[in-house]
Each structure stands twice: as C-alpha cells, then as structure tokens.
T-cell receptor, first 114, second 114 residues
Framework: SAVISQKPSRDICQRGTSLTIQCQVD?????MFWYRQQPGQSLTLIAT?????????ESGFVIDKFPISRPNLTFSTLTVSNMSPEDSSIYLC???????????FGQGTRLTVV | KQEVTQIPAALSVPEGENLVLNCSFT??????LQWFRQDPGKGLTSLLL?????REQTSGRLNASLDKSSGRSTLYIAASQPGDSATYLC?????????????FGKGTLLTVNP
C-alpha cells in the first residue's frame, strides 16, 4: 500500500489568489494523479503527473489554471491559480501502484473560495 | 468513453441489515475495479480491488463481485453498522487507450441507522 500526506487539509481563500497543494508519498511512485470533486459530485481527473515529464491534462483543464510540479518520485504539487468561487471543491492526490494495479488517495484538500 | 453508474444513489437501512450496492460500466475492457469509501469532506479509502480475471474479493464484512462480461459489480455489506455510514464509490481502470485512468461512478450515500 501507499500512505499519502496532503497539505493543507482545508483552506479558505480570496478570489483572484492562488493556492498550492502538496502531496507527499511514503514510497517512490511513477504515476501520480490530481482529481477535483465539486460539491455533490464524483471525482474528475485533472491531470496525470509523471516524474521527469510534463503533466498530462484532461479535457477542460489547462496548465495555466492548474500548474503541476513533480520534482521527484515522492512529491507533487498542484496550484489552483486566479481562484474564483467555482473552484471551491475538494482536491485529491492519488498514486497508482502497478504491482497490483491499485490506487490510493490522500485525505484531500477542501478549498473554499470567497 | 467509459461510463460508470451506481445504483442506488442513496440508501438508508437499520443497523444489522445486509445490503447490496450496485455498479455498472459500459466498456468491459478493464484492468480492474476498485470500491472506495469516502467520509464527508474527506479523501478516499480503498476497500476492495478486483482484478479483471477475478470474480470476487472479500474483506471482513465486505464482499465485492465482478462480472466483467456484463459490466457489473456488486458490493455486499453484511451486518451493517452505523460506522459504515459513508459514500461508497466504484471505479474502473481502463485498458487500451486509457490504460492508467480511473473512471468513477457518482457513488451511493449509505446511512445506517442505530
């Protein structure tokens, strides 16, 4: 299994500002993912972040709005830029372990934009 | 495009009852299927992982089955307890062109009443 530490757990931010979310994994993993969960909805994949390459964004998500860093095999950050109230969601970091093709998630960051 | 549907959307049962949550998916070409639990405002906890070649997995009071050919999975919870109250999410790993992508259902909100 994998233990994922995600920070901050929650934040309230002013519109127009940016927030960077950190994700730390207790083991080296190749593939990390960032998801968004809007209120009352299921999870939507924002991007896949592989170490040593640029993140791959899903349709509807762009790098200027959600820049991602992946400096090593245990750490990644997601920045939510120029925030608006519509960005209020839970953001989740996830890793995939190819040995047993299982996904694990962090505890999420609950973001409220006012 | 893979679509995952979960029925029912919400379920309320008295403590001690056995219950079944349903999940269906449109593309049977999957690597595996995972069931997750999500408590309000929190991240996801992996409950059971079923590989595409398997028919079922058991963990404690939980049993998950997979019928890949018909695109269906069920999560059986025996002797439900108030602590089981949470949202249960079904997710499938795609194969082929979407190897490393989890597609989620919208979840079943379970309430177990004392």
């Amino acid at each position: 299994s994998a233990v994922i530490s995600q920070k901050p757990s929650r934040d309230i931010c002013q519109r127009g500002t940016s927030l960077t979310i950190q994700c730390q994994v207790d083991s080296q993993v190749t593939m990390m993912f960032w998801y968004r969960q809007q209120p009352g909805q299921s999870l939507t994949l924002i991007a896949t972040a592989n170490q040593g390459s640029e993140a791959t964004y899903e349709s509807g998500f762009v790098i200027d709005k959600f820049p991602i860093s992946r400096p090593n095999l245990t750490f990644s950050t997601l920045t939510v830029s120029n925030m608006s109230p519509e960005d209020s969601s839970i953001y989740l970091c996830s890793v995939y372990l190819p040995l047993n093709t299982e996904a694990f998630f962090g505890q999420g960051t609950r973001l409220t934009v006012v | 495009k893979q679509e995952v549907t979960q029925i029912p959307a919400a379920l309320s049962v008295p403590e001690g009852e056995n219950l079944v949550l349903n999940c269906s998916f449109t593309d049977s070409a999957i690597y595996n299927l995972q069931w997750f639990r999500q408590d309000p405002g929190k991240g996801l906890t992996s409950l059971l992982l079923i590989q595409s070649s398997q028919r079922e997995q058991t963990s404690g009071r939980l049993n998950a089955s997979l019928d890949k050919s018909s695109g269906r999975s069920t999560l059986y919870i025996a002797a439900s307890q108030p602590g089981d109250s949470a949202t249960y999410l079904c997710a499938v790993w795609g194969s082929g062109g979407s190897n490393y992508k989890l597609t989620f259902g919208k979840g079943t909100l379970l309430t177990v009443n004392p």
